[in-house]
């Protein structure tokens, strides 16, 4: 059995720093797959997740890892769950869920009829806070659920978020926006940490959501979804540039289904990327529609 190898050390005792050309290297590659675009002003952030992941397989240099990427699918999997940040809590941006319930799902519904499948999608959906929060919500808020088939995916490029939103399992800081009952009604308290007890959401609910492994800018995964009514795509678009943008954008108006609606970050804007949207400002929300009939646009290629 041949040992692993130690990655070079910076003084530190850190795994070195990537050369320049070592960094532009390992950029390119992470934008190809991912779109988010990372440079020299990151670093320190790419210099240190790099080193773990080199450390983990056993590098012995830069190349033989960026060697690796190229022939192991499972360790570019890794490699960019460690670059995802997962920042979320239940009821984030609370605004658009009443726009949601009290706008959007009212005026799809007047076009179908009773028990029709409404689909709405979370991408990203991080941990299964903003997926679950939909459900809850739309439980609590949106009289008319029990009278459609309400559909909620969430999909996410990070695996392990994803195994610990199938899991629902959450600390006391994720749940703090929500109220004591609902609390009550929706989750168990279990053994935490010692910051405290978590909180697991019930059964009930963990079935009603699905999960699923998607990329936004990599059309085959995305296809597989099919069409929905409702995406929520909150602070994703922040890391991208704007060639990424434009074509995640237009691959979340293809999602869409016509007459269907767009939420996005509230420090995100379809200014610059796309005119196939229609502005909508709503009471509580600024969302983006996809018009019922096709308008040609510089956002995209016409509808299939």
């Not at 040992?3 to 390119?28: I, T, Y």
């Not at 995305?222 to 995640?248: E, M, Q, T, W």
């Not at 869409?256 to 229609?278: K, N, T």
Request: with cysteine; proline share 6%; hydrophobic share 35%.
């Amino acid at each position: 059995m041949t040992p692993r190898r130690a990655p070079p050390l910076g003084p530190n005792g850190d795994a070195a720093p990537l050369s320049a050309s070592d960094l532009a290297r390992f950029c390119a590659f992470l934008y190809a797959r991912t779109g988010m675009q990372f440079g020299e002003g990151k670093r320190y952030y790419i210099d240190r997740r790099v080193g773990q992941r080199m450390a983990v397989n056993g590098s012995g240099s830069f190349d033989d890892y960026f060697n690796q990427l190229h022939t192991d699918p499972v360790e570019v999997e890794r490699l960019i769950n460690s670059f995802t940040i997962n920042e979320t809590y239940f009821y984030r941006e609370e605004h658009q869920l009443k726009s949601l319930s009290g706008d959007m799902l009212p005026d799809i519904a007047s076009r179908r009829g009773a028990g029709d499948k409404l689909r709405i999608w979370s991408i990203p959906c991080s941990t299964g806070e903003e997926p679950y929060s939909i459900a809850i919500w739309l439980l609590e808020n949106w009289p008319m659920v029990d009278a459609y088939n309400v559909e909620i995916v969430g999909s996410d490029i990070d695996t392990q978020a994803l195994a610990e939103a199938r899991l629902g399992r959450f600390a006391a800081k994720s749940v703090v926006r929500l109220p004591q009952r609902v609390r009550q009604d929706y989750f168990i308290p279990v053994k935490g940490n010692a910051a405290g007890e978590d909180h697991q959401i019930i059964q009930d609910l963990r079935e009603s959501v699905i999960f699923t492994s998607a990329n936004l800018i990599d059309d085959d995964t995305l296809a597989i979804h099919g069409r929905f009514d409702v995406i929520f795509c909150r602070n994703l678009l922040i890391y991208f540039d704007d060639p990424s943008r434009r074509k995640a954008v237009r691959n979340l108006y293809d999602r869409l289904l016509p007459g269907g609606y767009l939420c996005l970050g509230h420090s995100e804007s379809m200014a610059r990327l796309s005119d196939r949207f229609q502005v909508r400002r709503f009471e509580d929300a600024v969302v983006y529609q996809r018009p019922l009939q096709h308008r040609p646009g510089r956002g995209g290629d016409p509808d299939g």
